[in-house]
């Protein structure tokens, strides 16, 4: 009796006795509910972030098979466009009578067919079809026909012109003033269609002074791309 009621009072431990225990016992829930929480808000996260990549793959899919649409699309149109109806044709801005009403020269150093751009006191565009009837060909050369890199640079100092000057009142003439940094990448030859672009960078009225820079094309082909300063005058 003595040891069964020794054990109850030991056992029998007040409430207030156990607060370390029962503080221990309620941080290692909050502990375990916080372990939880954290593992739902990771695998929403990882939920989320693998939903976005789905719905990015998907779009960049979508978005290649258009691309191969539209490719197999333009190669059957241009598979049923005639060879002969392909070529490129560019609208006259100035036709030749123009061009020769601004420019001084005449055969065979008028080396522009037309213009197809324009905006004046800023840029033009000009076109040349190269053929084995221009006169150079004849020595430059024989066996090999290549346009030479001087006229190019002519042709373009011409475009040149036309965009520096007035065309309503062309009173003045123009002249090489430099030529800097000209580099020729491939040759021209006959049956090229030139393709001349010259952009104003500066332009001095007082002194009749202005720099551009001058670019030949052929076809999508950089052949020939220099910086120009030409000086207006009698």
Do not use: W
């Amino acid at each position: 009796k003595l040891k069964t009621e020794s054990n109850r009072k030991q056992h029998d431990v007040p409430f207030k006795m156990m607060p370390s225990f029962a503080m221990k016992t309620t941080s290692k829930r909050q502990l375990c509910a916080q372990a939880h929480a954290s593992g739902s808000k990771t695998s929403r996260r990882k939920t989320a972030t693998t939903k976005r990549a789905f719905v990015q793959r998907h779009a960049r899919e979508r978005e290649l098979r258009s691309v191969a649409s539209r490719a197999t699309s333009e190669v059957a149109t241009d598979a049923e466009t005639p060879i002969e109806k392909s070529s490129t044709s560019f609208d006259a801005v100035m036709d030749i009578d123009a061009v020769m009403k601004i420019l001084p020269h005449r055969y065979p150093f008028l080396l522009v067919d037309r213009i197809v751009d324009y905006e004046q006191g800023k840029q033009a565009v000009g076109l040349k079809n190269v053929t084995i009837n221009d006169n150079f060909f004849t020595g430059h050369f024989p066996t090999r026909p290549i346009m030479p890199g001087v006229l190019i640079v002519e042709a373009l100092a011409q475009v040149g012109g036309i965009a520096m000057m007035d065309p309503d009142d062309p009173k003045e003439n123009f002249f090489f003033g430099g030529i800097d940094a000209c580099k020729f990448r491939k040759p021209v030859v006959p049956g090229d269609t030139l393709m001349l672009k010259v952009a104003l960078k500066k332009m001095n009225k007082r002194f009749g002074v202005a720099k551009m820079e001058a670019k030949a094309f052929v076809g999508e082909d950089l052949v020939c791309e220099a910086e120009l300063t030409l000086y207006m005058g009698n």
